[in-house]
């Protein structure tokens, strides 16, 4: 049963971030598109601002990665 | 690094300033700044005359760079004898420029509408194409028909019973008075002809109304003639509007091998002259003296004062100011690196330039970056790929330009990929050690996935202590108190990681207890110094070494695409799809595996370390001179 709500926990581990970086990349995509747009030379923080999201769904499938090493163990 | 400038100050009688203009223009390696303004010294505003004159040739340079885009006219710089030609130029060569540019684009203009306006008849034309193959048979059938009226439409019929239904239709309408020809189009929708005899027009008409059929819209000249006369029209004039854009097109290629050496020549005459008259309006004056004022890199100052002794009369005079009376933020920045490091400049450049007196990351990231690339993708078989990629983009680009840097920066990454793919004991994933018993040096990171984060984390604190460091380097020419703020900051950021790894015994748990008092004493001293947000700065800090956790968790990722791409050859049944699919699934990984660690590898750079220590605002050094291609640093 353990390995069970491990299995899940990894899954959401790394589910729930992927939503969240997924939502927040949708809204922060079109608006750096726009302002690439008008102004090319923000070419650096629209890769910063794209990329800042994408560290939660990372950190989630680290903790994921975590908890399937227990789950092994 | 950034090169270090030299503030100079040029003076002599007012009489000399066009010829020591001139003379700058030459060197064009000094950068103008306007003069400080004191008792008796005056920066003249410009005449309306002047501006006048400005605003006229801006505008011819502008028909310049509008007629070289149009005629694709590379703006490559002009040659050391172009560039002498266009300094010895006076008011009649500028006229011929300023008549060449407006000639030029006059012509070129008129053939760019020309062909913009046969390329878009030569679209809707090609959209027809379709139909001139299949109404060419079935109009046919219409010439033998006399009194006979004709209807062309197209239908979207997903199965025949749709023409069935429609035959039915008409059936029912008119009897068996018609005759019905169709052929499939290529699209998939089914053209049309209903022929019916001439009384049943209207008829027709209204029955088609009540049907939702219509017939064929022609386009626009062709809508009188009906689709039979239209259609051979309309090939005949596609055939005339691609033979057209074949002759326009050669007509332009012979225009720009005519008129673009003579084009860029008058782009570099109007745009010098452009400099100049804001040199003049830079230089400031009193009733019988001028006064320039300017940067220049400080190994080339003497050779600013030898031109200038040759040029000019001796009453010229050019003197380096002193260090305390200038103000590092005001001067421009030129960034010089070893030719090893110098790719990497375009990393940097991607930000806003670093100020004057701060510190150029440019030698951390060519370390940096292609290192935690290959430590991300770090596979033997994408290395040599990666490799291979680099060595067809070095091919054929040309020196200094923006593709021979990408060209080598991705040639250093191949090679830390290769580096760590020997490390780790991979070959297009688990495919080296399956077929050919490669095995890792270091660590297989497939298995080994918590040494992996380690690692990560390792170096990540490394990057980040490396930023804090650089950090009060730059924050001790500020204030002393401020680098020693950073400096707690380091020692906390130590401490807090030594605590960390005593508590879980990575390190001797002795460790533990005089790492948290040293903290507990250091941390009055940090807000002290830094302030009442520091601690949070401080947490900030300690998360930025976490954001590192990145480069094991995209490495991961990377190798076990590998590794499923590889289990493919086996797992779909056939040996041969397998491979293929397998190969498909490679070739993707390594797409991602060329995007991913770039922008991660890029983010850790510009957020977590740039963050740490980069003063960004920074004036381009643009020296008086260097618009046309002439100068000591294009040269």
Redesign the interface.
Known sequence: MEILWLSLSAALAVAIPAIATAWAQSRIGPATAAALAEKPEL??TA??L???P??MV??G??VA?LIM?RAGG | MIRPMAKVRIMGPKAELSAVLDALQQLAILHLALPRQREGLSIEPSSPRSERRRRQLSAALQRADLAMKALEVPARPLSSEGAAVVESEGTTALCRAVRTAYRVSRKARGLVERIGSLEEEGQLLRKYRDLFDVFGDVLASQQRWVNAAGFEVIIRATDDDHLKRLRAALQAEIGDSFELKWKRLPSGDIALLILVPESLRSRIEQWMKSTDLEEIALPEGYEERGLAEAIPAMSERLREVEAQLLSLAEERRRLASSEGPRLRQARASLSQRIERLDALAASGRTEHAFVIDGWVPSEWVQRLKSHLKLRTSSSVTVAELGRESWKSENAPVVLSNPRIFRPFEAIVRLLPLPRYGSIDPTPFVAVFFPMFFGLILGDLGYGAMLALLALLLWRGSERESLRRSIAEMIGACSLFTLIFGALYGELFGDLGHRWLGLRPLWFDRSEAVLPFLGLALALGLVHILLGLSLGVVTAFQRSRKEALGKGVAILMVTLIVVALLAMFEILPRAFFVPAVVILLIAFPVLVVTEGLLAPIELLATVGNVLSYARVMALGTASVMLAVVANRMVGSLGSVAVGALFALLFHLVNFALGLFSPTIHALRLHYVEFFGKFYSPGGTRYQPFGGSAGGGMINR
């Open positions: 070419s650096a890769v910063i794209v990329a800042i994408e560290t990372i950190l499938f680290v990665v090493l």
